[in-house]
């Protein structure tokens, strides 16, 4: 019980993690590869909920709940992802995305 909670732990703290390190690093392929980590560390929380609930570390209403918002920010992730994706490069520097 007590591995899976510090796994879950370190899994949940990952994904801010890997946000933040992508975020400061230089241009939007790296910043994308960073969120696509993070999207898997969520994936990893998110089986990691079910095996808690199935060996009943976890209430199921509790893991529910964990399900749910692991989900949200998976979305949020995607979406940011895309976002981050389109602000395609010319060779000369300038972005070729317009904000319409």
Request: net charge negative; with cysteine.
């Amino acid at each position: 019980m007590f591995g899976l909670t510090s796994q879950m732990r370190r899994a949940a703290a990952s994904i801010p993690a890997n946000i933040a390190e992508g975020a400061c690093r230089r241009g939007s392929r790296e910043f994308a590869r960073f969120l696509q980590v993070a999207v898997g560390s969520a994936g990893e929380l998110e089986y990691d909920s079910l095996l808690a609930m199935d060996l009943d570390f976890l209430q199921r209403i509790q893991g529910e709940r964990l399900e749910d918002e692991v989900t949200e920010v998976k979305r949020m992730l995607t979406g940011l992802i895309r976002h981050v994706a389109s602000d395609v490069r010319r060779p000369d520097g300038a972005s070729l995305k317009t904000d319409n």
